[in-house]
Structure formats: C-alpha cells, structure tokens
C-alpha cells in the first residue's frame, strides 16, 4: 500500500492538478471562483454602499478613485472568499455531526 501511495503523490508531484483558469491556488479557492461567477452578491445594499463610498469621493482625482475602488474591491473579494471558506469548513463539521 505504502508503494501505491508513493507512486500516486510522485504522479501528482509530475502531474499538478490543474485548477482551471490558473488564478485559483487551491481546490477551495476554485470552487470559490466558479460560485462567485455564477452567484453574484451585488445586493442593494452592496450598490447603495458603493454609490455612498463614490459620493464621499467626488472631489478626488479619478486616478485616486481607482486606487481607493481597487483597495476595497481587493478587501470586498478576500472577505467573500474568507466566508465561503468558512461555510464550506462549517458544511463539512455539519454532515461529519449527521453521519
């Protein structure tokens, strides 16, 4: 078994598993991606923030709008992918509780 087993991790070690688009860095992170793609979370809510966060930036620089947008557009997606990961880890307790 041992020798099975070190055969299939030199295979992936050969062979690394393609994630699809390339910008996914795990299994998780593509399931993420391929969610997020089909399930959008623009909200009301999440639109009429964005629609305040422009009006608070109006006399900016629209080169300074773009850096801000980018920075919390950045912090919006890794607070979405924290969350999905923490729903899939809090899926997988829930049906190791139900077997």
Request: contains cysteine; hydrophobic residues 40%; charged residues 30%.
């Given at each position: 078994?041992?020798?099975?087993?070190?055969?299939?991790?030199?295979?992936?070690?050969?062979?690394?598993?393609?994630?699809?688009?390339?910008?996914?860095?795990?299994?998780?992170?593509?399931?993420f991606?391929?969610?997020?793609?089909?399930?959008?979370?623009?909200?009301?809510?999440?639109?009429?923030?964005?629609?305040?966060?422009?009006?608070?930036?109006?006399?900016?620089?629209?080169?300074?709008?773009?850096?801000?947008?980018?920075?919390?557009?950045?912090?919006?997606?890794?607070?979405?992918?924290?969350?999905?990961a923490?729903?899939?880890?809090v899926?997988?307790?829930?049906?190791?509780?139900?077997?």
């Amino acid at each position: 078994m041992e020798n099975y087993i070190q055969s299939l991790r030199n295979y992936i070690a050969a062979h690394p598993p393609d994630f699809g688009d390339g910008n996914a860095q795990s299994i998780l992170e593509m399931l993420f991606c391929h969610y997020n793609e089909f399930n959008r979370f623009d909200t009301e809510t999440i639109k009429m923030g964005f629609d305040e966060l422009y009006a608070q930036m109006e006399e900016l620089h629209l080169r300074d709008m773009d850096k801000v947008i980018d920075i919390v557009c950045s912090l919006c997606r890794e607070h979405e992918k924290a969350g999905f990961a923490e729903g899939v880890k809090v899926g997988m307790r829930l049906a190791e509780e139900l077997k």
